[in-house]
């Protein structure tokens, strides 16, 4: 007759092996979820602080180069000024790297550095924004679609 021995189950091991291996797979995807949150939202502040800045400096409207030949122009020695406080109020921690005004253009290069709160690689990355905005010139008179308004007197 044959030996008939129960068999020893072994289903501990997968539970140990999962509660080892979880946490070393799932630590850094989470960590990229957060970092990547942060920066993303990071990001889109400083663009729109950058964009913001660029279209204030856009209306510095040159009313030398404007008297002188009838042309539109920004103002270059007002334009520092206006990026500076408008990014600051924005984004406090952000830096104009470069301005270049020519002619009714303006194009601002700034950057910030971020923190990241899980640091699983790296510590602090910058990000960098770019924007341009144009000086044009407005309507030349009232649509004649539209009704004038009327005194009541």
């Not at 002188?68 to 990026?83: C, K, M």
């Not at 924007?131 to 008179?141: F, H, Q």
Request: no cysteine.
């Amino acid at each position: 007759m044959a030996d008939t021995q129960p068999v020893k189950r072994q289903g501990g091991q997968v539970l140990a092996f999962l509660a080892i291996a979880l946490p070393i797979v799932l630590l850094p995807v989470v960590a990229y979820a957060v970092d990547a949150a942060l920066v993303s939202e990071r990001f889109a502040g400083l663009q729109s602080a950058t964009a913001q800045a660029a279209e204030l400096a856009a209306q510095q409207l040159d009313v030398r180069v404007m008297r002188a030949s009838g042309t539109l122009a920004i103002d270059p020695e007002i334009v520092r000024g206006v990026i500076s406080e408008a990014l600051f109020n924005e984004e406090p921690a952000a830096t104009v790297d470069s301005v270049s005004v020519a002619g009714a253009d303006v194009t601002i290069n700034t950057s910030e550095p971020i923190a990241l709160p899980l640091p699983l690689f790296v510590r602090t990355i910058t990000l960098h924004a770019h924007a341009t905005a144009r000086l044009v010139p407005g309507y030349d008179s009232p649509s004649s679609l539209l009704p004038l308004p009327t005194s009541s007197f």
